[in-house]
């Protein structure tokens, strides 16, 4: 169920803050949680619900191919503000056959769904949105091979391949190079508690990027009764066994606040954000120590966060954003002294590649925005109206809203690209800068 955006222009003059903002905000829940509880539900001894989880291009895709694989969700009411809560039947024993899956250009879909294809049986066809054909995949497709599973994928390492599943998987020691996603980790770990003899799972490669996901991954796991050993560094170790049937309530996505709150930064005054976590695995929670490097004043307190603009915005350097980058870029993009981004190279294999997304469309408006080999420097300049290209990315299109909140006369090509995590991003989006519009 997504929010309709119903007369949101493809071309969005961005709102300009012509006085300090004074908001407070409540974001839909996780992404990442969503998606990992809705895969843990489909391989469950029975019912499961999910509250308040997302409901977005991303979770709709999951539902969408868990259902094709032959689990049922439903939609029921719940307390959350942004949509119903969802029971899951797991998936049937077996699924012979043959279906499609649709991925759009959610990597939790493309990467998380083949193994558990593999365990339903009959033959899976995966595709997705023109740029999910060149996002990173082989990892997946070749540890599924090495598991004994049948993938054709036209000897293209990436979408679009066919998964064909005998419906149980043995399972053992897995070497695999992560280095690219911390996804193909995660995909492997949540399918693993259903294989024959569990899994133990070796990385070998250059570093896993954003390991906190992964982190996320093993506790998401263990909440649901699964023994997970992740006590070496690049090993995982996952005990076969039955994965119980859970009732959890998704916390807000971390991440999707991170915009709202650095409007706080880049406008001055004050974003109050709802319900953040007195603990999480979310990579969102690194708000609370990034911003305050960036200029601004953080405090959480009754599971609400504050942060509030000093007035100047300074430059930092910031290792391992993962999917905050985006918008980090756009804070520093705005800064009266450089920055350094390090620790995301694999931001080339997002949505679209970020780091020449970020670059170009920084520079457009006239910043001074460089690659490196493994992310980005950015020097204070001047910035001038123009228009925002989001390449299908919503974390490229929220970048955009915020600069365009300092810089007057910001235009963002398909802010509806939000869709992806957040369709009520352009409303909320408002009403966080109606107290500061001209
Ligand atoms: O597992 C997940 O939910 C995610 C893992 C990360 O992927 P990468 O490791 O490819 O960065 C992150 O960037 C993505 O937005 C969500
Ligand atoms: C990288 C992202 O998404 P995905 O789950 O499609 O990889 C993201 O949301 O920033």
Redo the contacts with the bound molecule.
Sequence with gaps: MSAPNAGVPAHWPAPFAASPVDATVSVPGS??LT??YLVLAALAEGRSRLRAPLHSRDSELMVSALRSLGATVTEIAGDGAFGPDLLIDPLPPAAPGTRRVDCGLA??VM??VPPLAALAGGTTAFDGDPHARTR?MSAVIDALRALGVQVDDGGTGALPFTVTGSGHIAGGRLEIDAG????FV?ALLLAAPRFDDGLHLVHRGST???PD??A??VAVLRGVGVDVDDSVPNEWRVAPGPVAAFDATVEPDL?NAGPFLAAALVAGGTVRMTGWPASTTQ?GDKWRTILPALGARVELADGTLTVTGTGSIRGADLADT??LAPTVAAVCALAASPSTLTGIA??R??ETDRLAALVTEINRLGGDAEETADGLVIRPAPLHAGTWETYADHRMATAGALIGLAVPGVVVRDIETTAKTLPQFPELWRQLTRTAEA
Excluded: C, D
Aim: glycine content about 6%; proline content about 7%; cysteine-free.
């Design positions: 992404k990442s998606n990992r990597g939790t990467r998380f990173p690219a996603s911390s996804q995660s896993v990027p954003s996901h992964i996320m991954t991440s990579v993962s999917e694999h931001l294999g997002h």
